[in-house]
């Protein structure tokens, strides 16, 4: 089913990247005669060191920052969800074609609603923090899962408002000057930050959640640190939190049923697993 099959993660960098240690988990977890490698590829050669692995007996890849958009131009096929953002994070080698896929958007779905529950994003306003290609995929995850009104908040307007304009969105998505924190978290349930800010090596991500109602909920798609500044004040202002670690184990289960023919579970097992590494780290 799998007798040395290879897949691989693909960045620049991509030193910081569990997900060879998340799928070589699922690997040993299943008993297949497989890997999974990361490969740092400048932004350069990613064509020609995509169009190289399935000669190497590569049957799929995870492509991460900054080459998500570069692969979905390069994709023969890809899905509805990697239409819609224009973003592909998982491909596929088949026969000679390069089949992409997004799997961020129902990894944010499962993720939310592990976490936070069914409908958490439907029950009220939610305000989404940056504009860049991960909150492409969180909006596409919002809309699909009903959310009634997404406020988009990002410190370049002229972003916002292009990502708010590329897509047909069924939910309304209204622009919030960034640092006008009262109108995006006033009667909001969810809040969703979809930057890089807070992670580790980058600045904090400085905001009030003054104007936050008790009841919502406060998401961070960082996941190194664990808990985030954002998350910890959110915490001690008594709203429940996600980190961006369920996100991570849960956009990855379709790649690797996609190249290994095993569908994984997200379990406590491997949650512990990746804690301890992002611990010692």
């Given at each position: 089913?799998?007798?040395?099959?290879?897949?691989?993660?693909?960045?620049?960098?991509?030193?910081?990247?569990?997900?060879?240690?998340?799928?070589?988990?699922?690997?040993?977890?299943?008993?297949?005669?497989?890997?999974?490698?990361?490969?740092?590829?400048?932004?350069?050669?990613?064509?020609?060191?995509?169009?190289?692995?399935?000669?190497?007996?590569?049957?799929?890849?995870?492509?991460?920052?900054?080459?998500?958009?570069?692969?979905?131009?390069?994709?023969?096929?890809?899905?509805?969800?990697?239409?819609?953002?224009?973003?592909?994070?998982?491909?596929?080698?088949?026969?000679?074609?390069?089949?992409?896929?997004?799997?961020?958007?129902?990894?944010?779905?499962?993720?939310?609603?592990?976490?936070?529950?069914?409908?958490?994003?439907?029950?009220?306003?939610?305000?989404?923090?940056?504009?860049?290609?991960?909150?492409?995929?969180?909006?596409?995850?919002?809309?699909?899962?009903?959310?009634?009104?997404?406020?988009?908040?990002?410190?370049?307007?002229?972003?916002?408002?292009?990502?708010a304009k590329s897509h047909g969105w069924?939910?309304?998505?209204?622009?919030?000057?960034?640092?006008?924190?009262?109108?995006?978290?006033?009667?909001?349930?969810?809040?969703?930050?979809?930057?890089?800010?807070?992670?580790?090596?980058?600045?904090?991500?400085?905001?009030?959640?003054?104007?936050?109602?008790?009841?919502?909920?406060?998401?961070?798609?960082?996941?190194?640190?664990?808990?985030?500044?954002?998350?910890?004040?959110?915490?001690?202002?008594?709203?429940?939190?996600?980190?961006?670690?369920?996100?991570?184990?849960?956009?990855?289960?379709?790649?690797?049923?996609?190249?290994?023919?095993?569908?994984?579970?997200?379990?406590?097992?491997?949650?512990?697993?990746?804690?301890?590494?992002?611990?010692?780290?």
């Open positions: 089913m799998s007798s040395g099959k290879l897949a691989a993660v693909i960045g620049w960098p991509v030193a910081q990247s569990l997900s060879p240690l998340l799928h070589s988990y699922w690997l040993r977890t299943h008993g297949l005669d497989a890997a999974y490698v990361a490969l740092p590829v400048a932004p350069e050669n990613f064509g020609r060191s995509v169009a190289a692995l399935p000669l190497m007996g590569f049957v799929g890849a995870n492509v991460t920052v900054p080459h998500k958009q570069a692969a979905f131009a390069l994709a023969s096929t890809v899905d509805d969800d990697a239409r819609a953002t224009g973003a592909v994070n998982t491909l596929v080698f088949h026969d000679g074609t390069i089949n992409g896929m997004n799997t961020d958007v129902r990894g944010f779905a499962a993720s939310l609603a592990d976490s936070l529950g069914e409908g958490a994003c439907s029950v009220g306003p939610v305000a989404v923090l940056g504009a860049g290609g991960a909150a492409r995929a969180i909006l596409l995850a919002l809309q699909q899962g009903g959310a009634p009104e997404i406020r988009l908040v990002n410190r370049t307007a002229a972003r916002a408002e292009a990502l069924s939910a309304r998505v209204s622009l919030v000057k960034w640092g006008d924190w009262r109108k995006a978290f006033s009667d909001a349930a969810l809040v969703v930050n979809t930057t890089s800010l807070g992670m580790i090596g980058r600045p904090p991500l400085e905001l009030s959640l003054d104007s936050l109602p008790s009841q919502a909920a406060v998401a961070d798609i960082v996941y190194n640190p664990l808990e985030t500044a954002l998350l910890r004040q959110a915490r001690s202002r008594g709203h429940r939190t996600m980190n961006g670690l369920g996100m991570l184990m849960h956009q990855a289960r379709p790649a690797f049923a996609a190249w290994f023919g095993v569908m994984p579970e997200v379990t406590e097992g491997l949650r512990a697993e990746l804690v301890k590494v992002l611990s010692r780290a």
